[in-house]
């Protein structure tokens, strides 16, 4: 299997055209994941999580609703790269309703 630097190597080696359609073909790939999130069943009962970890982005959200700073959070979860933080707030800000429902969920249990 082919690795990010042979990945690289080829893609300096394209004209601009072609980097263009391989970015075009990427997009069309990934439409609607959000990189570093990640949904596996048997993980945080399938609900999305930060990758590398089983920290469902819910639990983030209402960390940060609750008043935690980044910081703290990084602190908290040592885990957590800020990387992580803004994937889960990206994540956050495109499924509002799926996190709401998530958070009451979890408050009710």
Not at 47 to 66: G, N, S
Request: negative net charge; glycine residues 6%; proline residues 5%.
């Amino acid at each position: 299997m082919a690795s990010l630097r042979d990945f690289e190597a080829l893609l300096n080696a394209l004209p601009e055209g072609e980097k263009a359609q391989l970015l075009k073909w990427a997009v069309a790939e990934l439409s609607g994941s959000f990189p570093g999130i990640e949904s596996r069943e048997g993980v945080a009962g399938g609900e999305p999580c930060i990758v590398r970890t089983r920290i469902p982005v819910w639990v983030l959200e209402q960390a940060r609703r609750l008043g935690a700073t980044d910081r703290l959070l990084l602190n908290n979860y040592p885990t957590l790269r800020a990387e992580d933080l803004e994937n889960a707030w990206a994540y956050t800000r495109a499924h509002m309703s799926e996190i709401e429902t998530q958070i009451q969920s979890n408050e009710s249990a």
